[in-house]
């Protein structure tokens, strides 16, 4: 017992109050406060949000309840002096220890605002009856928010603080996870706050991306260009690359290193690329090709057949499944169920239930989930002749 007095003792000597101690000690102890170091990240598509910070907790020690003690008490409003290091006001770290971070991997937008790829410290202002205020400041390196300078402020974000679950330790996470957003926020005790980032030019990243790839190792597989192709295509962007990327899809991704392929995928592909640039007639020349390659299935046609149902053009959806039946004339499930749907369409009921009735009698085992639905069309036919 004396031992363990005589150590304390030391300790208090050696380490002074409020010291750092878990990152940027000389060695390596507890965080302070037993604030344990915390980080959190999330994609937004190619670009990543990193947050780390301390996490203090509300019982502290456990024994000792601070709920109702945490804002306007244990975190003071507006900015204040703690007494430590240059700064005369500051705002709260928005953790424990040293500065709490947030980092981009990327450019992003941020209340309307654009925000450069890098480290900012992350800094909240209370207020009791007003919004906060997030705060990112260049200045990141340091301890707590004693070396705020506020001139190195590089957005500041007003914001109404949202009553939440009781949350024990201070939190960060990500919701409203969306292809191009995201929010971040800051829960502990009853209060959270969040701040939403924008990441517009998602897509643009991407493409820059797919760009790199396909100059080295995936740019030997012809599939790799025709995804591309596709990728563009479904999002609308650089047309006039992907009609390139799908072209070469079909013959040559690397000159005398590997080769493309002609079949009804990477055709369909370039149709698609055509479509997305307005060149319907083209796009409609290169699938009347790709329907008749050899080696295309009875199912491919009547998927690109569906795909014209969907887009309003019967009577070429129509013609396409008349074709498939030519084409394969001993399937008769895809090739019937095309008809079904064509002349149901163009409101030839005789012909529709004649072929509904095919269908029925060829359900493949993997199709059988459809039956309850074939039934139901075919019924409503009957019921409205």
């Given at each position: 017992m004396k031992r363990a007095l005589v150590v304390s003792a030391l300790l208090s000597t050696l380490v002074p109050a409020g010291a750092p101690a878990q990152?940027?000690?000389?060695?390596?102890?507890?965080?302070?406060?037993?604030?344990?170091?915390?980080?959190?990240?999330?994609?937004?598509?190619?670009?990543?949000?990193?947050?780390?910070?301390?996490?203090?907790?509300?019982?502290?020690?456990?024994?000792?309840?601070?709920?109702?003690?945490?804002?306007?008490?244990?975190?003071q409003y507006g900015l204040f002096d703690d007494g430590f290091g240059p700064s005369k006001a500051t705002p709260w770290r928005a953790g424990a220890n040293e500065t709490t971070t947030i980092s981009f991997s990327h450019d992003v937008n941020i209340d309307g605002k654009e925000v450069k790829a890098g480290t900012y410290a992350l800094f909240v202002e209370l207020q009791k009856d007003a919004p906060w205020t997030?705060?990112?400041?260049?200045?990141?390196?340091?301890?707590?928010?004693?070396?705020?300078?506020?001139?190195?402020?590089?957005?500041?974000?007003?914001?109404?603080?949202?009553?939440?679950?009781?949350?024990?330790?201070?939190?960060?996470?990500?919701?409203?996870?969306l292809p191009s957003s995201a929010v971040a926020y800051l829960q502990w005790e009853n209060e959270r706050i969040g701040l939403k980032i924008d990441v517009p030019n998602v897509n643009d990243l991407y493409i820059a991306q797919i760009r790199k790839d396909l100059e080295a190792w995936p740019g030997f597989n012809y599939q790799n260009w025709a995804q591309a192709a596709l990728f563009a295509?479904?999002?609308?962007?650089?047309?006039?690359?992907?009609?390139?990327?799908?072209?070469?899809?079909?013959?040559?991704?690397?000159?005398?290193?590997?080769?493309?392929?002609?079949?009804?995928?990477?055709?369909?592909?370039?149709?698609?690329?055509?479509?997305?640039?307005?060149?319907?007639?083209?796009?409609?020349?290169?699938?009347d090709r790709a329907v008749r390659l050899a080696g295309t299935s009875a199912r491919g046609v009547y998927q690109y057949g569906a795909s014209l149902l969907a887009a309003g053009r019967?009577?070429?959806?129509?013609?396409?499944?008349?074709?498939?039946?030519?084409?394969?004339?001993?399937?008769?499930?895809?090739?019937?169920?095309?008809l079904a749907r064509g002349y149901t369409a163009t409101g030839d009921k005789k012909s529709a239930i004649a072929n509904w009735e095919v269908v029925l009698q060829n359900v493949p085992r993997a199709q059988s989930a459809s039956v309850p639905f074939f039934e139901k069309a075919l019924q409503a036919l009957r019921e409205n002749r």
């Open positions: 990152i940027h000690s000389e060695l390596a102890l507890p965080p302070n406060g037993n604030n344990q170091r915390a980080e959190v990240s999330q994609w937004i598509g190619l670009v990543k949000i990193t947050i780390a910070y301390h996490s203090p907790r509300v019982h502290f020690p456990p024994s000792r309840d601070r709920t109702g003690h945490i804002y306007g008490e244990l975190v997030w705060i990112l400041n260049s200045k990141f390196e340091g301890w707590g928010s004693f070396q705020y300078d506020s001139t190195k402020d590089v957005l500041r974000v007003a914001v109404t603080p949202q009553t939440a679950p009781f949350t024990e330790f201070l939190t960060y996470g990500f919701d409203d996870r295509a479904s999002n609308n962007i650089d047309l006039d690359e992907a009609l390139v990327w799908a072209n070469k899809a079909i013959h040559e991704p690397f000159r005398g290193a590997t080769v493309g392929v002609e079949d009804f995928s990477t055709l369909q592909v370039k149709a698609s690329v055509l479509h997305a640039m307005g060149r319907d007639a083209d796009a409609d020349t290169t699938m019967t009577p070429r959806a129509l013609s396409m499944f008349k074709l498939n039946r030519e084409l394969h004339p001993s399937d008769r499930f895809w090739t019937s169920l095309g």
